[in-house]
């Protein structure tokens, strides 16, 4: 193997290896200059996303080091700047043989920020396994459990790499094996947006694309067990040679990454069905659920060595990690998404949130009674529930004008709201009020509490939805990153600004079309062909999906609330049949007895008497029809 001085250029964000030379960097130093006085840089031995590696000497003691300096952009705040002096203080206190060692760090005087590490020799793995297409089953067990050993370590001492990948990951000759360290620990979430990436905060992804976590793809919070699906990748690849998601569109990437299954590399090479421990390391390492995943490099490390008694690996977490008890099962079904599970932990499900609020509600109801009020809401429910379904969601609160929906694909979310706005246009062009919709719809990582959604998505898809225009359909970036756009036209709006802290959250409007149904009226036609079996049963269908639905209300407390609708119905039909069939009786004692004269007076006031009756009765039945659907306030 040849041997070359470490480059920390990250090749996939546009860096391109260089051999030693002087000249100026994009970073605004030169070969020559001499960093607080100790670190002369020599030689400029790659340019990448976060910026420029130098070979360096120490003036003082006369070691070769590597100089990273940093993109000056970095530090373009004080925030950012303690931010990074304090993850490179952890990552100069963290020993292990299996992370390259940081052994300094400052900022330049232009202000920009760099590191000081051992100069390795070596290569990294991405050119290993370009050079030798893909590793043997044995060497990948080796370097897997020197992966996991730099991981733990990393882990105990409170640091997430968040950007592992072949090139991070560095092969030097040690004995006449190689050793694998782990670079760039310490930087990768400060650097990270300088790579082609973008910020993780409110629902942006961050990262390189081929080894994003799902919970990185939707732009969720990020914690250690990000580490380690990008490590399940990364055997994959050494494996196999190939990714396991081989296409280079990066939002094809991240929704791959979100929601589809990693196959087992078995399935690539059949002959490593020999080495068990490895595809149980993928598997363990690649579960979409972060609460399913391992969840620790220890417990992973368990794995490979065929210490297996996974309970007694996760008890063996690192410090700081709270242990889950989960029994997983097989594949759920889609009501199966929203159910709690055995755990000690919420579970953590990434969503697509369709958030709905009915326009200049308050008005609605103070111009009508309650009777009208719950028959206006019945009939926004038989529009837009029929349509949930038909895209295989799922209701989760429905409360007076505002709505949340859950969606398994966000393709089907932002469709699901086209038909809505679409079939709310149909019934306003014959009625003779409106019913006018703001929708959002935003993507990210909820979890599950006593059979609620709770988490951050939701109040970012609130806030959406309450600066939404009535009747516009509007996206966050997460959603418009993962879904396929090839019929949606989508018009970029003004960035929302969520908190002074975080970075402005990119909004998208799906374009209207003209004619009388603003969307189309093409996924609405497809709710329409789907409702038609089940229009003849509505009142039992609605009963039974509102007590399936039922996520937030509590399973119990639906079920009491359609029963008692049920009944109710069941009682006013009853007794307004009955009151009929007296009314007639009446009418035609009336009419026998006095045709030629006049009837008395108790005869007529009786007969109105059950009429105005029978009105009563009937004006009952709107919010008893409400209740079988939703739950009233």
Request: charge should be positive; hydrophobic fraction near 40%; glycine fraction near 8%.
């Amino acid at each position: 193997m040849s041997e070359k001085t470490l480059q920390l250029a990250h090749q996939e964000s546009g860096a391109s290896p260089r051999g030693e030379r002087t000249g100026p960097a994009s970073s605004k130093v030169e070969a020559g200059d001499v960093l607080d006085g100790r670190y002369r840089l020599d030689a400029l031995l790659g340019e990448g996303g976060m910026g420029a590696v130098w070979r360096a000497e120490h003036l003082r003691i006369h070691r070769q080091v590597a100089v990273k300096v940093l993109h000056p952009e970095i530090s373009h705040s004080p925030l950012e700047v303690e931010r990074f002096r304090r993850e490179a203080q952890i990552a100069v206190r963290l020993s292990s043989p299996y992370v390259v060692e940081v052994l300094d760090f400052g900022q330049t005087r232009t202000g920009a920020l760099y590191l000081v590490m051992e100069l390795l020799q070596g290569e990294s793995l991405r050119d290993r396994i370009r050079r030798e297409g893909r590793l043997v089953p044995e060497e990948v067990g080796r370097l897997l459990r020197q992966l996991m050993r730099g991981l733990d370590a990393a882990h105990r001492a409170g640091i997430v790499h968040r950007d592992l990948k072949p090139e991070n990951l560095w092969l030097v000759p040690d004995e006449g094996r190689l050793r694998l360290k782990i670079l760039d620990f310490g930087i990768a979430k400060v650097a990270g947006p300088l790579a082609g990436t973008e910020r993780t905060q409110a629902g942006l992804v961050m990262g390189t694309p081929q080894y994003l976590s799902p919970e990185q793809a939707v732009g969720a919070d990020v914690d250690h067990r990000a580490d380690l699906y990008s490590a399940g990748i990364i055997a994959y690849l050494m494996l196999t040679g190939r990714h396991p998601f081989p296409t280079s569109d990066a939002r094809s990437l991240l929704r791959a990454h979100a929601f589809d299954a990693v196959p087992l590399p078995s399935r690539e090479l059949p002959e490593l069905v020999a080495h068990p421990a490895l595809l149980r390391f993928v598997a363990r390492a690649c579960e979409k659920e972060r609460n399913l995943r391992a969840q620790s490099a220890a417990e992973l490390l368990e794995v490979l060595e065929g210490r297996t008694g996974l309970a007694q690996g996760r008890t063996a977490s690192s410090p700081g990690i709270t242990p889950v008890n989960l029994t997983p099962g097989g594949t759920p079904s889609l009501t199966g998404r929203f159910r709690p599970v055995s755990s000690s932990a919420p579970r953590a499900l990434n969503l697509t949130l369709v958030l709905t609020e009915i326009a200049d509600y308050p008005a609605l109801a103070a111009s009508r009674t309650r009777e009208e009020l719950a028959r206006l809401l019945t009939e926004h429910d038989h529009l837009v529930l029929p349509a949930i379904r038909a895209y295989h969601g799922r209701r989760i609160k429905s409360l007076d004008d505002q709505l949340v929906a859950a969606f398994p694909s966000p393709t089907n979310a932002v469709l699901c709201a086209m038909a809505i706005q679409d079939r709310l246009a149909t019934r306003n062009l014959r009625a003779n009020d409106r019913i006018v919709l703001r929708v959002a719809v935003h993507l990210g990582e909820t979890r599950e509490e006593k059979g609620d959604l709770v988490g951050e998505p939701l109040a970012v898809a609130a806030t959406v939805r309450g600066l939404t225009e009535p009747g516009e359909i509007r996206i966050t970036r997460s959603v418009y990153l993962a879904m396929s756009r090839g019929e949606v036209r989508l018009e970029p709006l003004p960035p929302l600004e969520i908190a002074k802290d975080q970075e402005p959250l990119p909004i998208y409007r799906v374009e209207r079309a003209g004619g009388l149904s603003p969307y189309g009226g093409r996924e609405a036609s497809r709710v329409e062909n789907s409702e038609r079996v089940t229009r003849a049963i509505a009142p039992i269908t609605d009963g039974l999906s509102s007590i399936e639905d039922a996520a937030a209300e509590g399973r119990f407390r639906a079920t009491f609330r359609v029963a008692y609708a049920a009944f109710a119905l069941s009682v006013l039909r009853f007794s307004d049949l009955l009151v009929r069939i007296v009314q007639g009786a009446f009418v035609a004692f009336r009419w026998l007895g006095w045709r030629r004269s006049t009837p008395p007076f108790w005869l007529d006031r009786t007969v109105y008497a059950l009429g105005r009756f029978r009105q009563s009765l009937r004006s009952r039945r709107p919010v008893h029809r409400a209740a079988l659907i939703r739950p009233l306030s």
